[in-house]
């Protein structure tokens, strides 16, 4: 089960950080992603961390954004810098038994988390 919090109301240019909090199984036994979904979109993929360690970036925010994961809090984050209101979302956390990477499609993932509202003003 997953927990995603952390989201809320930012200026442009500001600095955002979201928790995923598992329970009932270990993140590092999992590829982890986050993916959002933008009002009238399709749901993307944004980030992911692979069992090994490895991340992975889409272009969008390539540099801006840092997946990690804690172990010993069994929780997986994903810290936001110099956001953008096209950045504004509800994110989610997921995770995936896949042994392929990255795994940046939702049927991928077997275990979501209820998200988190980000929303970026200008």
């Known amino acids: 089960q997953l927990q995603a919090s952390g989201g809320g109301l930012v200026k442009a240019g500001d600095s955002l950080k979201l928790s995923c909090a598992a329970s009932g199984g270990a993140v590092f036994n999992y590829h982890m992603g986050w993916f959002r979904q933008a009002p009238g979109k399709e749901r993307e993929f944004v980030a992911g961390f692979r069992r090994s360690g490895a991340t992975y970036y889409v272009d969008s925010v390539k540099g801006r954004v840092t997946i990690s994961r804690v172990n010993a809090k069994n929780t997986v984050y994903l810290q936001m810098h110099s956001l953008k209101p096209e950045d504004t979302a509800v994110y989610y956390c997921?995770?995936?038994?896949?042994?392929?990477?990255?795994?940046?499609?939702?049927?991928?993932?077997?275990?979501w988390g209820q998200g988190t509202l980000v929303t970026v003003s200008s």
């Open positions: 997921a995770a995936t038994s896949t042994v392929r990477w990255p795994a940046m499609t939702s049927d991928d993932h077997h275990s």
